[in-house]
């Protein structure tokens, strides 16, 4: 039975965004409702496809073994599983993005009331 997942990025760091994308496009590729809400330092750092940071070892590895990058697998979401990627509205007034800057994949700006309320009754997860 398909299940509900929220997801929502906040971290820019390439371990946080990674994890979150491979929960994304497995969940989305198995036939589960999937939305991501992207904010805070995860909207840029998913618009150019570049983390801010590693925090440690294992984020060094992911960009050194080839693992598919966190934009790839999240653009997979989208376009294999019907994910929805939905970018925070406040973040993109507040890093001065317009909509036409939003890769093709991206659903409409979305703010975090009417996300969390399309999210009742699935699982949230924080990155």
């Known amino acids: 039975?398909?299940?509900?997942?929220?997801?929502?990025?906040?971290s820019g760091t390439r371990e946080k965004l990674?994890?979150?994308?491979?929960i994304a496009s497995v969940a989305a590729a198995i036939g589960d409702e999937v939305s991501v809400f992207f904010s805070m330092n995860a909207l840029p750092a998913i618009l150019t496809g570049n983390a801010a940071s590693a925090e440690g070892a294992f984020g060094v590895l992911i960009a050194q073994e080839g693992v598919p990058p966190f934009k790839q697998l999240f653009e997979q979401a989208a376009e294999l599983g019907d994910?929805?990627?939905?970018?925070?509205?406040?973040?993109?007034?507040?890093?001065?993005?317009?909509?036409?800057?939003?890769p093709e994949e991206f659903g409409p700006p979305t703010g975090l009331t009417r996300f969390l309320s399309d999210a009742?009754?699935?699982?949230?997860?924080?990155?």
């Open 1 to 10: 039975m398909p299940q509900k997942i929220n997801i929502v990025c906040v």
């Open 18 to 22: 990674q994890m979150a994308a491979m």
């Open 83 to 102: 994910a929805k990627l939905l970018p925070c509205s406040m973040a993109l007034d507040l890093l001065k993005i317009s909509e036409d800057e939003l």
């Open 120 to 127: 009742e009754g699935g699982q949230l997860l924080t990155f």
